[in-house]
């Protein structure tokens, strides 16, 4: 099945700054990657996704990376806010033999920024 | 609805009971997933429905665990005989379609908090 490892498990950052956070996959027939954001007690929520036709998005201040040939993809914050703080999943998700697509997560990153 | 809802929002049980889980997703959303989150971890799949067949059910971790959505909407999960281990927040989401070629954007529930003293 698939194995997503995720960097670094937590991230400290000055307001303003840019946050980096890396995820790599293993299986190559993945080809739907979501970045969800969790605040604490609450539930994930999307904040985007990119597939594997794709090499790179961007929503404002939110843009993610793929790198196919290396099965690894980034999710790149811009001018942090104190409201990005959370905790951030990437996930690969591969269609299985029943049919389902099912998202394998990453075990989280922890980020923290700093007025 | 609006969102996913799942009830309760909080449990706590006692060893070797037996609970429900209710998930009420989006409606008109076909498929429907269940994923199990322990403290510090990413979320992990458990049963994925289509409609109203459980089409794969590959991460239910054994058979204390069953889950149900007779009608193709609300789905309830089902665990026996529960054990400290099970404890974690049981997340459900839904997404318009699944499988068929369209990777699923999910939209996830608030959480139910299963805790087993």
């Known amino acids: 099945g698939e194995n997503v490892e995720q960097h670094p498990s937590t991230l400290s950052v000055q307001e303003g700054d840019s946050a980096v956070i890396k995820c790599t996959y293993s299986?190559?027939?993945?080809?739907?990657f979501p970045w969800y954001k969790q605040e604490l007690g609450k539930r994930p929520q999307l904040i985007i996704d990119?597939?594997?036709?794709?090499g790179e998005k961007k929503d404002q201040r939110i843009a993610v990376t793929l790198n196919k040939t290396a099965k690894h993809f980034s999710l790149h914050i811009t001018e942090t806010q104190p409201e990005d703080s959370a905790v951030y999943f990437c996930?690969?998700?591969?269609?299985?033999?029943?049919?389902?697509?099912?998202?394998?997560f990453g075990k989280g990153t922890k980020l923290s920024v700093i007025p | 609805g609006a969102g996913v809802s799942q009830t309760p929002s909080n449990k706590v049980t006692e060893k070797g009971k037996y609970v429900e889980l209710r998930c009420d997703p989006i409606?008109?959303?076909?498929?429907l997933y269940w994923y199990r989150q322990s403290l510090g971890q990413g979320p992990e799949f458990l049963i994925y429905?289509?409609?109203?067949?459980?089409?794969?059910d590959s991460g239910l971790p054994n058979d204390r665990f069953f889950a149900v959505r007779p009608e193709g909407s609300v789905s309830t999960l089902k665990i026996q005989r529960t054990e400290r281990g099970d404890s974690a927040v049981y997340l459900c989401?839904?997404?318009?379609?699944?499988?068929?070629?369209?990777?699923?954007?999910?939209?996830f529930g608030a959480g139910s908090r299963l805790t087993v003293l």
């Open positions: 996930a690969a998700s591969l269609l299985s033999g029943a049919g389902s697509y099912q998202l394998t």
């Open positions: 299986d190559s027939a993945s080809n739907y």
């Open positions: 429905f289509q409609g109203t067949g459980a089409a794969d």
């Open positions: 990119i597939r594997s036709n794709v």
């Open positions: 409606s008109g959303h076909t498929a």
């Open positions: 989401a839904s997404s318009p379609k699944g499988g068929q070629g369209q990777a699923n954007v999910l939209t």
